[in-house]
């Protein structure tokens, strides 16, 4: 085999292994945006119960707790008086609040932009010092 054959061949294969890496890839992304779907559709009528005050929240972990976070967030800009306060209750109990106030002081400005809005999504008042602290912040 010359030379301009194992070129080619190598060519050939390293495109095969890339777009075998896309469809993997792709395939992933798909599995997880069902598997995320499904867990929205099955914890939004407990997010609904806990903003009514019709049930204690669930024990929740991983991707159930992020997805669970995020209804209690959406629904957290459309409602007021006791079923925002049993929302930012919710995000007290679990330590979210904590875990959003430690990154408003990261060193990295979208980190800190970013739970500037998840803090105000929560409603906690305990984080409206720190939020208005941020308000300063040049970038």
Known sequence: MDLLGLV??????????????LVGRRSWI?????RRDAAVTA???????LI??????????GVDAEVFAELLGGYS????????ERIAAYFESTGAVDEQLALLRSRRAWRRATAAFTLGDMGSPRAVPAL?????DKR
Not at 8 to 21: H, K, P, R, Y
Not at 52 to 61: C, S, T
Not at 77 to 84: K, W
Not at 132 to 136: E, I, K, N, Y
Request: aromatic share 4%; hydrophobic share 55%; net charge negative.
């Open 8 to 21: 080619i061949l190598v060519l050939v294969a390293g495109s095969m292994l890339f777009l075998l890496t």
């Open 77 to 84: 800009l459309v409602v007021r008086g006791a079923s925002r």
């Open 52 to 61: 009514e005050d019709v049930a204690d929240p669930p024990a929740l972990r």
């Open 43 to 49: 914890l939004r009528p407990a997010a609904i119960e």
């Open 132 to 136: 208005l602290g941020a308000l300063d």
């Open 30 to 34: 798909a599995y997880e945006a069902r």
